[in-house]
């Protein structure tokens, strides 16, 4: 399984985003599609995932009202939506599949394969 985001970019405060994540297939028994980031000097932080099945999403308490995560089955795909950016939503943002029976999880360990990341840059 191969997962490409793409979308990020440089935005000011308050602007919108939305990034895409395509997957060239779903991973086998693989139930939820994760959203992280890495800021710099800072290790990858949980932003949200969803459920394939159901499109039930969960966020992070610093993204939630603000983010939402939608995902298209019949294209593999899983987009991130990401309004009222601030400037520490700065970061790479990364994709993941989670591994395989995991229903719910926050844990960075508990997905893969990633993808290459896509960067977001908020000006103040």
């Known amino acids: 399984v191969q997962l490409q985001a793409s979308g990020g970019g440089l935005v000011q405060a308050g602007d919108s985003l939305r990034l895409s994540c395509a997957a060239s297939?779903?991973?086998?028994?693989?139930?939820?599609m994760g959203w992280f980031r890495q800021a710099p000097g800072k290790g990858r932080e949980f932003v949200g995932n969803i459920m394939w099945r159901s499109g039930s999403p969960y966020y992070a308490d610093s993204v939630k009202g603000r983010f939402t995560i939608s995902r298209d089955n019949a294209k593999n795909t899983v987009y991130l939506q990401m309004n009222s950016l601030k400037p520490e939503d700065t970061a790479l943002y990364y994709c993941?599949?989670?591994?395989?029976?995991?229903?719910?999880?926050?844990?960075?360990?508990?997905?893969?394969?990633w993808g290459q990341g896509t960067l977001v840059t908020v000006s103040s």
């Open positions: 297939r779903r991973a086998d028994n693989s139930y939820l």
């Open positions: 993941a599949a989670s591994r395989p029976y995991i229903e719910t999880t926050v844990d960075p360990r508990d997905f893969g394969p």
